[in-house]
């Protein structure tokens, strides 16, 4: 018995904190570029052939095959490298209130 389609589930977060979804139905051996471009006109990503999509959380290229009940996933780019907000982050909280010294035994050394 032959499958008739792919039910792929098409995520995308266009800004922080807005999430859009489709569910599609897509022929077998679809890819990854196909789901894209199955999306409705007006939810259509502009620069398509550069954007950076995932599989179920694990990239993947736009040529990847789809199988059955697979989540595409649009990543955006990041705006703050990690390490940098990270060491931006420890500035403001200062080292007494974060990691290992927040717990710290009273009258203890700083650091122990």
């Known amino acids: 018995m032959a499958e008739a389609g792919l039910r792929i589930t098409v995520v995308v977060s266009a ?5 859009r979804e489709w569910a599609l ?3 077998v051996g679809s890819t990854v570029a196909d ?9 259509r990503l502009q620069h ?11 990239t993947v290229e736009p040529a ?4 059955q009940n ?16 990270r ?3 420890f500035a403001r909280q200062g080292a007494r209130t974060t990691g290992l010294f927040a717990s710290r035994r ?3 050394k700083a650091g122990y």
């Open 64 to 67: 990847q095959r789809l199988r």
């Open 70 to 85: 697979d989540r595409v996933e649009v990543y955006r780019p990041l705006t703050v490298d990690p390490k940098v907000a």
């Open 106 to 108: 009273p009258g203890a």
């Open 15 to 19: 800004a922080p904190g807005t999430l």
């Open 87 to 89: 060491r931006e982050r």
């Open 48 to 58: 398509s052939d550069t954007v950076v999509c995932g599989v179920w959380g694990r």
């Open 25 to 27: 139905e897509l022929p």
């Open 35 to 43: 789901a894209l471009q199955s999306l409705p006109r007006d939810a």
